[in-house]
C-alpha cells in the first residue's frame, strides 16, 4: 500500500510503498475514505513534538471496515468507521470512569509495529493510526462504528479537531447556556471549540486570531466579536468587550506558548474557567500568580482529546451534524490527494485553510 512517511526532523514525508503486516486476532483493517491534515501532524513533522523516523503520518481518519481479526467484536466488514487517536479499551480504570480519553493502552497501541517500510525496516503509525495511508491496521479499540450518510471527507474531522474542540466546550469546561466564551486560535480545533460554546447556548463568542484572514469563517460559525491580535493587547480588548470583567470561559486553542496561556488567564473573570485544549512542547512552563489563583479564584484545567467518550460521541457529533446544529462541511478547506500532503503543510503554515482533507490515495 501507499503510505506517507515520516523520515527526519524538517523532512518532507516521503510516498512510499510499504507491506502491512497482517492483522492480529484483535485489529482492523480500514480502506481508508478521507483523512484530515491536522497539526499535530505538523508538530511531528518540524520536531515541535519529538517522534523516531519511520512512522506513517495522520490521525485523523474515516473510512470502511475492510477485514477484521478472530476475536474482534465491535465492527464487522463493511461498516463505516472513524478513527479515535485515543483508543478506548473499555476495561480499564479510567475508561471504566467514563474517561476513555485517558485510557491505559494508549501507549501500548501507539508503539505497535505495523508492518515494513520498502528499505524493510519495520514502521510505527501516529497515535497506532497512520491515516496518510491507502490502509491502515488498527486495534478495535482504536475505531468507532457510526450509522450515517455523511461524505468520508467530513467525518474524518471528527475523529480529532471536531472532537477535540466541540468535546473542549461541552464536557471539559461544560459551557453553560448564556456563558460569555473567548477561543485563541480560530484553527480547525479552535473553531469546533467556537461550535461547541455555541451548541451549549453562550451568549457571546469571541474569537480570537493574528490578522483578519479568519474573521469571516469565525462569524459564519457562530462568533459573536472578533479580536485581532495585531490590533493591540488582545486581553485588553476582550475586557473593553466585557465591560473591564473577563469572560466566564476561556480557551487556548494555539500551541501552548507561555505568552498565550498567559493572555488566556488574564482574559479569564473571576471565578471563571481557562482551558488549554493546545497540545505544547514537553518542556513547557507556565507561571502565574499565585495570590491571584487564590484571589479571584479561577479554575485552570487541561484538555485531552476533548474529554471525549468516543463510543458516546463520536455519534453525538454525527447526530448533531445531520441535524444542522454542527456544520462541518465549511471546516473542509480544500480536497487533497495523497501526494500533495506537503503542500497541505505549507498553506497550514501560511495560515490559509482550516483543514486539508486527503481523499484520493
Known sequence: MRAAIFTG???????????????GPRDVVVQLGA???????LS?????????????????????VLEVGSEVTAVKKGDKVIASFIPACGVCIPCLADQSHLCDSEMEVMMA???????????????????????????????????TDIPFDQLALIGCGVTTGVGAALNTARVHPGATVAIIGCGGVGLSVLQGARIAGASRIIAIDQGEEKRGVA?????????????G?????VQALTSGRGVDYVFEVTVGT??????????????????????????????????????SEKTIKGCKYGSAQVRRDFQRFVDLTETGRLDLSNMVSRHIKLDEVNDAF????????????????
Not at 483523512?35 to 501532524?41: E, F, I
Open 219 to 231: 462569524t459564519a460559525q457562530g462568533a459573536t466579536d472578533y479580536v485581532d491580535a495585531l490590533q
Open 258 to 295: 507561555p505568552e498565550a496561556l498567559a493572555q488566556a488567564y488574564g482574559m479569564t473573570r473571576k471565578g471563571g474557567t481557562m482551558v488549554m485544549v493546545s497540545m505544547p512542547r514537553m518542556e513547557g512552563q507556565f507561571a502565574i500568580s499565585t495570590f491571584d489563583l487564590f484571589y
Open 35 to 41: 483523512s484530515g491534515v491536522c497539526h499535530s501532524d
Open 9 to 23: 526532523t524538517g523532512e518532507d514525508l516521503e510516498i512510499q510503498d510499504v507491506e502491512p503486516a497482517a492483522p
Open 44 to 64: 511531528i513533522k518540524n520536531g515541535f513534538v519529538p517522534m523516531m523516523p519511520g512512522m506513517v503520518l495522520g490521525h485523523e481518519g474515516a473510512g470502511t
Open 233 to 237: 493587547d488582545p486581553v485588553a480588548q
Open 346 to 361: 505549507g498553506a497550514m503554515e501560511r495560515r490559509e485553510v482550516v483543514r486539508s482533507v486527503i481523499t484520493s490515495f
Open 113 to 147: 509495529t505495523r508492518g515494513t517500510l520498502s528499505n524493510g525496516s519495520p514502521f510505527t503509525t501516529m497515535t497506532g493510526l497512520g491515516t496518510f495511508a491507502e490502509t491502515m491496521t488498527v486495534a478495535q479499540s482504536s475505531v468507532v462504528k457510526v450509522e
